[in-house]
């Protein structure tokens, strides 16, 4: 007993010590730090590394080392949230000196905002703010639980009379209910457009488009067995589409919510611009606001699902139903650029209203940032 309990006290003594390191620790070094002309100097402490690399979405390069602190700075950068990873001798790192990490699919890079023009949508400003829940909710069609995440916005939980508008915002492949939040900033871009007077009070729910799949990665009952990738089950196939009312039946039971065509808007990058474009076709009694955001706008031949069935039937019966706006937008180097073309020929040829918005750059979530701030200002006015 005595030795259990000297062990016990041991164990103690070096969890408060390990904490306490956790506590008071950290870099002294100061990286990334931003300059007065929005340069930006990225720092690393490795007086052992040959070589060492700055990479990220910007023009990166080698770093020049002194006293074994490697430096490198930037030309000034434009506003923008940006992300960065160190390659020290041919291994990538994260900056021990930047807490500030995002996942996107598998990848884990460091980041930094440059505020400024559009940039400071992204920013947490001294606006009221929003709530953001990670909830559970029950599908009947696809026959298990799965998670969304719901972005309610300020004064929601004080205003219990009043009733809001839904923009449904979906995730590309590879991506979860967490990737709006967390790589397109949803929660600071509604804030602020809001206080601004610029959008809508309105909730955002954002799905797991995977319709295999229960949750994120780490956060379902695998655990953190399944590692993220790419290719997910459920991604393309139909099951997703067939089961959305059962997304809008749960969010409709449990929020504050209109509960019509004209107070919901649907809207997705990539793979969820190809769900956005499916889901508001195949059902087009549930959405007068479309958002098609660099999709895969992709039409199929003799698929045995219903929702790829006489597709350009079900768009112009769409059409004929009514839609407020039909969104889309699309950077000039994406790799879908061809397909939005082809759509777009299409919806001019049946004489369908739409608005069309291009920008430069390709498939990336600078891009798809720009979008939901572009596009959520034209909902439910």
């Not at 890079?109 to 009221?128: E, M, W």
């Not at 300020?154 to 590309?172: I, M």
């Not at 602020?192 to 009070?201: D, M, S, T, V, Y």
């Not at 049946?350 to 390709?362: A, D, I, L, R, V």
């Amino acid at each position: 007993m005595k030795r259990l309990l000297t062990f016990c006290t041991a164990m103690l003594i070096t969890s408060m010590a390990f904490a306490q390191q956790a506590l008071w620790g950290g870099s002294k070094i100061i990286s990334p730090e931003i300059n007065d002309d929005n340069s930006v100097t990225f720092r690393l402490h490795a007086p052992k590394a040959v070589k060492v690399q700055v990479i990220g979405d910007f023009a990166g390069g080698e770093m020049v080392e002194k006293d074994g602190i490697w430096e490198f700075t930037t030309a000034p950068l434009a506003p923008e949230l940006y992300s960065y990873s160190f390659v020290v001798d041919g291994l990538v790192v994260r900056d021990p000196s930047n807490v500030y990490m995002i996942r996107d699919v598998a990848t884990v890079t460091n980041v930094f905002i440059i505020g400024g023009d559009r940039a400071d949508l992204y920013k947490v400003q001294d606006v009221p703010h929003g709530s953001v829940s990670k909830v559970w909710y029950n599908s009947p069609t696809l026959g298990f639980d799965r998670r969304l995440t719901v972005y309610t916005p300020a004064g929601y939980e004080k205003n219990r009379k009043q009733k809001y508008p839904v923009l449904y915002l979906l995730h590309g492949a590879g991506g979860d209910e967490e990737a709006w939040m967390d790589l397109g900033r949803t929660s600071q871009i509604l804030d602020n457009l809001i206080a601004q007077g610029k959008a809508e009070p309105m909730l955002v729910v954002m799905t797991n488009g995977n319709a295999g799949e229960k949750a994120a990665p780490g956060q379902c009952p695998d655990g953190f067995e399944r590692i993220p990738g790419f290719q997910q089950r459920g991604m393309m196939e139909g099951s997703f589409e067939m089961h959305f009312p059962d997304v809008i039946k749960f969010v409709e039971s449990n929020y504050r919510v209109y509960k019509d065509k004209k107070h919901r808007a649907i809207a997705g990058l990539s793979m969820g611009g190809y769900h956005s474009l499916h889901i508001s076709k195949y059902y087009p009694d549930l959405f007068d606001y479309v958002g098609l955001f660099s999709a895969a706008a992709r039409f199929h031949e003799n698929s045995e699902c219903p929702v790829y069935q006489d597709e350009k039937a079900q768009l112009d019966r769409q059409f004929a139903k009514g839609v407020k706006l039909y969104w889309i937008a699309i950077g000039r180097e994406d790799f879908l650029y061809d397909e939005n073309v082809k759509l777009r020929q299409y919806l001019d040829e049946k004489g369908h209203p739409y608005e069309y918005y291009e920008n430069g750059e390709g498939h990336i979530w600078k891009n798809w940032r720009i979008y939901l701030s572009e596009f959520a200002p034209k909902l439910f006015k």
